[in-house]
């Protein structure tokens, strides 16, 4: 299986900052990955996906980069909304694991 | 409109057998760009990825989990079922279903159901 390791499994920033969270494919997974944003008690909604596609509906602030083993989630200017928990899951191959999670709280 | 739902037992006994269903409308589970997922979250935890069906119905497993899962579609039902043995309290967890779309040669879960947690305790 294709393991997936996120960092830093938290952070904490101010309304306004830029953050970035980073993936780890265990093997080059190419631009097979995709990001999801989950806020408590709620289904995981994607984000980014094949690496750096927005998906539709979502704010442009959010960024995503990478390829091969190593992959980053950007979000610009933060704002209080997206306080919540982003994964990163990748797709290249079953079975198509998830990363562990960072929770992102606001200042 | 896509909308997933997932439907079965909220409580269930250690050792006994787990079948959850995942009923599906605004899509049908022979597209060919489409397919179905499990996945669940024990409380506080990471995701965790567990089964999916293929509309050709092929299948694929978890690794950890493979000799206890089974999942199986009635596209006239526009139903996957997830089948788990032998529960045990460390699958506690929301258990969700999704629906993974293929794209521009890539694939993601652009639409999930709510999620229906599942409590194994005596």
């Known amino acids: 299986d294709i393991q997936m390791t996120q960092s830093p499994p938290s952070l904490s920033a101010s309304v306004g900052d830029r953050v970035f969270i980073t993936c780890r494919a265990s093997q080059s997974i190419n631009n097979y990955v995709n990001w999801y944003q989950q806020k408590p008690g709620k289904a995981p909604k994607v984000l980014i996906y094949?690496?750096?596609s927005l998906e539709s509906g979502v704010p442009s602030r959010f960024r995503g980069s990478g390829s091969g083993t190593e992959f980053t989630l950007i979000i610009q200017n933060l704002q209080p909304e997206d306080s919540a928990t982003y994964y990163c899951q990748q797709s290249y191959s079953a079975p198509w694991t998830f990363g562990q999670g960072t929770r992102v709280e606001i200042k | 409109q896509v909308t997933l739902k997932e439907s079965g037992p909220v409580l269930v006994k250690p050792t006994e057998t787990l079948t959850l269903t995942c009923t599906v409308s605004g899509f049908s589970l022979n597209n060919a760009k489409m397919g179905v997922s499990w996945i669940r979250q024990p409380p506080g935890k990471a995701l965790e990825w567990l089964a999916h069906?293929?509309?050709?119905?092929?299948?694929s497993y978890g690794t950890s989990l493979e000799n206890r899962l089974t999942i199986s579609k009635d596209t006239s039902k526009s139903q996957v079922v997830l089948i788990m043995t032998d529960m045990a309290p460390v699958d506690t967890a929301t258990y969700f279903c999704?629906?993974?779309?293929?794209?521009?040669?890539?694939?993601?879960?652009?639409?999930w159901g709510q999620g229906i947690v599942v409590t194994v305790s005596s």
């Open positions: 069906t293929f509309s050709n119905d092929d299948k």
């Open positions: 094949s690496a750096s």
């Open positions: 999704a629906r993974m779309i293929s794209r521009f040669s890539s694939d993601w879960y652009d639409y």
